[in-house]
Nanobody, 115 residues
């Protein structure tokens, strides 16, 4: 049973930094795209950043220049480094991975930006 386990969420002050990590466990397939989405109550889940096997990256306009995404293919891990965070970054962050032809989601980790 494939599972995605996220870590690193929490409370951070505006202007601070936070690092989210996600590991894909029990995968017997090929992990293609990996990424992060976020969702706030009453709104649709939105893409934050994703990265393919070769390292090609996409970041949402709202986080470009502040967040970076990286991955460790050997460990099936993806990281989101969040710098200069803003209150509007407050959301539940979900890890996503495409494994073979299927998409998988993590349980989500809360990120709260507040003073």
């Amino acid at each position: 049973q494939v599972s995605l386990v996220e870590s690193g969420g929490g409370l951070v002050q505006p202007g601070g930094s936070l690092r989210l990590s996600c590991v894909v466990s029990d995968s017997v397939g090929t992990v293609y795209d990996m990424g992060w989405y976020r969702q706030v109550p009453g709104k649709q889940r939105e893409v934050v950043a994703y990265i393919n096997q070769g390292g090609g990256r996409h970041l949402a306009d709202s986080v470009r220049g502040r967040f970076t995404i990286s991955r460790d293919n050997a460990k099936n891990m993806v990281h989101l480094q969040m710098n200069n965070v803003r209150p509007e970054d407050t959301a539940v962050y979900y890890c996503y991975a495409q494994i073979d032809q299927n998409g998988y989601w993590g349980q989500g980790t809360q990120v709260t930006v507040s003073s």
